[in-house]
């Protein structure tokens, strides 16, 4: 399904930027989670080397369940001391923290329960209160503690892991959504999904300041966005294609089903040739 292209606040993604994007379709969704766990392994060493830990803001939704999945097992598990590398969450359903509609509670299971993260290295939103507007402002106070006084104002995360929706929609940045036009905050309130819910997500300056954003695509159900996104004037006009780092680099991993409407000019395919790879 081709999402219309959707009218927002936001301006198009600024004329001329220039943007360093690859893109890289592998066969399935285990070996896209394969593909996202060997960039996570490869960017946390990088990390750490260069700046002594490795700050990473993490999606929720289904696709990156595997992924996930995949780094808190063997052979990742093992592959570098966890003690360096703090996860935050890049939005968050407005539901308890045990809600199976959680994003915390899936990150959680994945990452802490059954994984190698130490609770201290655990940064969720906390959904305990009421108003999630205030709950943007706590999660945004939370993060100013931990990047205090940022070079340019805002935190720049070493990697960004997003989904995206059948409607373009990234993060909670949803088509329409006010929160699309977020020049200051760090996060914001937003509603958005099905079944609508209140959310709060990272506005685009935080996900535009990353030095590396890595999309998560997966199914025949988003091949029409994917393509309206990569291939279409504007990225389609999608909210997912304001996500353009100035500093930074973005990255594509998508299974074959997603990527049935991209031409292999256009990724680099398993095995093939490939263009932008
Ligand atoms: C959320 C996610 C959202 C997700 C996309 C894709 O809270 O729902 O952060 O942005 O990444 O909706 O979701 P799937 O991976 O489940 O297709």
Known sequence: MSAA??????????????????????ADLPAVARAAAERFVALARDAAAARGRFTVALSGGKTPRSFLQALAGPPYRERFPWGFVHFFQ????????????SNQRMLRACLVDKGPVPERNFHPVDTSQPD????AKRYEDHLRRFFPDPPGGVPRFDAVFLGLGEDGHTASLFPGSPALGEENAWVTHAVGGSPRTSRVTLTLPVLNAAFRVIFLVSGAGKAGVLREL??????????????????????????????SRIPPAEAAYPGGEGGAG
């Open 132 to 135: 999630p507007v205030e709950g």
């Open 5 to 26: 292209t959707p009218k927002h606040p936001h301006p198009d993604p600024l004329p001329g930027r220039e943007r360093e994007r690859t893109v890289q379709v592998l």
């Open 230 to 259: 990569l291939l279409g004037k504007g990225g389609g006009g999608h909210p997912a294609a304001l996500v353009a780092p100035k500093r930074g680099k973005v990255t594509f991993l998508a299974d074959a089903d997603a990527a």
């Open 90 to 101: 890049v939005d968050e359903r407005w539901v308890p923290p045990d809600d199976p509609r």
